[in-house]
């Protein structure tokens, strides 16, 4: 196969003579897409506008879904590498004990003829979502009254709001199972949390 197509390997290798190691065709053609996946806005001289697909990972919260992502970077890398390869699919999987999310992008180059899977891992300060193992509470009226006033100086600063994920109230670890909006008990239990926390 004539070659045609010439980059210099994205991470940096270098060959047996210590010179850049030299990639061809359908490798160079994998190798633009990978260093464009990792690229920051402002690395193209010519261009600063250019890359930073992947910053919008950064600082954000890990999720199960990441739907939005991966169609944008599939639309994205479809419209940029045209006629140089298909992208057949994108994955993202979240690991949240190494805080790291995995994209792997599987595409076609027409030029080989081949399939190439191009994994990069982003890895940042995400910002958890705070799991907690609540404990139900079965109380209410008066002995749910009681079992609040009782446990005051062991929730410090603890506030007691409805959360709509659990559609529950809750206050610290504890879930109110018994507490509605309607219950007779609701505002002096808040007033009584609120007071308690601005002393």
């Known amino acids: 196969m004539p070659i045609d197509i010439i980059d210099f390997d994205w991470s940096g290798r270098t060959d047996l003579k210590g010179s850049p190691l030299r990639v061809e065709n359908g490798d160079a053609i994998a190798n633009a897409i990978q260093t464009y996946l ?3 806005k402002g690395d193209y001289v010519n261009n600063p506008n250019l890359g930073g697909l992947l ?16 169609n944008s970077i599939l639309s ?8 140089l ?7 993202i999987i979240p690991n949240r004990p190494l805080r ?3 994209i792997t992008v599987n595409i076609f180059i027409y030029k080989s003829q081949k399939e190439r899977s191009l994994t990069l891992f982003k890895k940042t300060e995400f910002n958890y979502v705070k799991v907690v193992d609540y404990i139900e509470v079965d109380y209410s009226g008066e002995n ?3 079992f609040i006033q009782g446990n005051l100086m062991d929730q410090p600063k603890a506030p007691l709001y409805y959360n709509s994920d659990l559609d529950s109230w809750v206050w610290n670890s504890f879930k ?3 507490l509605t909006n309607s219950s007779d008990e609701l505002q002096y239990l808040i007033e009584m949390v609120v007071n308690y ?3």
């Open 100 to 102: 790291i999310t995995e």
């Open 55 to 70: 910053d919008n990972f950064n600082f954000r919260l890990i999720k199960n879904e990441y739907v939005f992502e991966q």
């Open 144 to 146: 749910l009254v009681d």
């Open 85 to 91: 390869a298909r992208v057949e699919s994108v994955t």
């Open 38 to 40: 990792q690229s920051r």
């Open 197 to 199: 926390n601005l002393n």
């Open 76 to 83: 994205d890398l479809s419209s940029r590498f045209s006629g």
């Open 176 to 178: 109110l199972i018994n």
